[in-house]
């Protein structure tokens, strides 16, 4: 899909205040959503708690492509199933091009399948409007820059919540700047920081309106080692805030010490949807998709064969017991 010149739904600066209104730019998906009002969410349904059946977010029979310039069709997604049920931590791995972005993308309404639903708490988002959508889910983009619209972080965290009249943004702003060690960087120009400071940035965006599920395209990449151990700890950290949450990344030590289900995507298929154990006990399934273990998993299983130590401190205690 080289052809296709433009962005594919991301957010592009200046365009909007709601950071993922803006992203509706989408390239050529054969379908554009107009509904893109997403980044920045709020609350769950209200009735959510009384229908726990119901699922989060899901997939039916969804099919979505893109169209290139010279008009060829290119199938991402062709009649794809997937449930995500409330209170999931979930990391979705597989190389690139298999479609992670693509299915964050549908989940906050940013593209919209050629045919299939996908729903939100068991109603469609094509029945949603922009505003439903957003109080309900929030996606943090790949490249942190793109939820940077205004002229001072402040200004980005604050946004979403003034132009929704939520009460005491003022002081939910504040919170959020604290909580993210952003208090002293306040009103910074967000695309001038540090990779750091925009990460934590990027995620104080993504959760000041409290939504109920919380999608992040690839938090840790392109990150040095301390930023990524800071970044990880408020990953854990931000567990007891959102309910439900979905990781795309390529960082298998994020996803031993912080999914509870791992779903392995390979040409816009789920090939593998499961436990650490499953996925990454299964040799032949890591070869088919190009997934690594974690080296400390590796390093385990060729000390013992049936070691299961996915994490250092698991290699630690495990092997201390033994
Ligand atoms: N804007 C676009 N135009 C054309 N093709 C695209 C566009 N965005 C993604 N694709 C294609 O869709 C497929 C899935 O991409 P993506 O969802 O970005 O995968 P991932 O996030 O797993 O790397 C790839 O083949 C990619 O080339
Ligand atoms: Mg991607």
């Given at each position: 899909m080289t052809d296709t010149p433009a962005v594919d739904g991301e957010a592009s600066r200046g365009n909007t205040s709601d950071a993922a209104s803006s992203s509706a730019a989408p390239a050529e998906p054969e379908s554009e959503s107009d509904a893109p009002d997403a980044l920045a969410s709020s609350a769950a349904p209200e009735d959510a708690s009384n229908m726990p059946s119901v699922p989060a977010v899901e997939f039916n029979d969804v099919t979505l492509g893109y169209r290139s310039v010279k008009g060829d069709r290119h199938v991402v997604l062709d009649h794809f199933d997937l449930s995500i049920n409330e209170g999931e931590k979930i990391a979705l791995i597989g190389?690139?091009?298999?479609?992670k972005s693509t299915i964050m993308k549908l989940m906050v309404g940013l593209l919209k399948p050629a045919a299939g639903t996908v729903s939100l708490f068991g109603s469609p988002i094509g029945n949603k409007k922009a505003e439903e959508i957003s109080r309900q889910i929030s996606l943090v983009y790949?490249?942190?820059?793109?939820?940077?619209?205004?002229?001072?972080i402040e200004n980005d965290i604050s946004f979403a919540m003034r132009v929704r009249d939520v009460p005491q943004w003022e002081e939910k702003t504040a919170q959020l700047l604290e909580r993210f060690r952003l208090t002293d960087l306040?009103?910074?120009?967000?695309?001038?920081?540090s990779g750091g400071q925009m990460r934590r940035a990027s995620l104080a965006i993504g959760i000041a309106l409290n939504p109920s599920i919380l999608l992040l395209d690839e938090p840790t990449a392109n990150l040095d080692i301390a930023t990524r151990r800071e970044i990880m700890a408020v990953l854990d950290d931000m567990k007891d805030i959102i309910k439900t949450a979905v990781i795309a990344t390529h960082d298998m030590q994020l996803v031993c010490q912080w999914a509870e289900r791992i779903i392995v995507l390979c040409g816009g298929k789920v090939v593998a949807d499961g436990t650490r154990e499953e996925v990454f006990g299964d040799k032949r399934l890591a070869q088919l998709v190009g997934i690594r273990p974690p080296e400390i998993f590796t390093m385990a299983r060729a000390l013992d064969d049936d070691a299961r130590c996915f994490t250092v401190d698991e290699f630690v205690s495990g092997f201390k017991e033994a």
């Open positions: 190389s690139n091009g298999a479609g790949q490249n942190p820059e793109e939820m940077f619209i205004k002229d001072s306040r009103n910074r120009d967000g695309r001038l920081m």
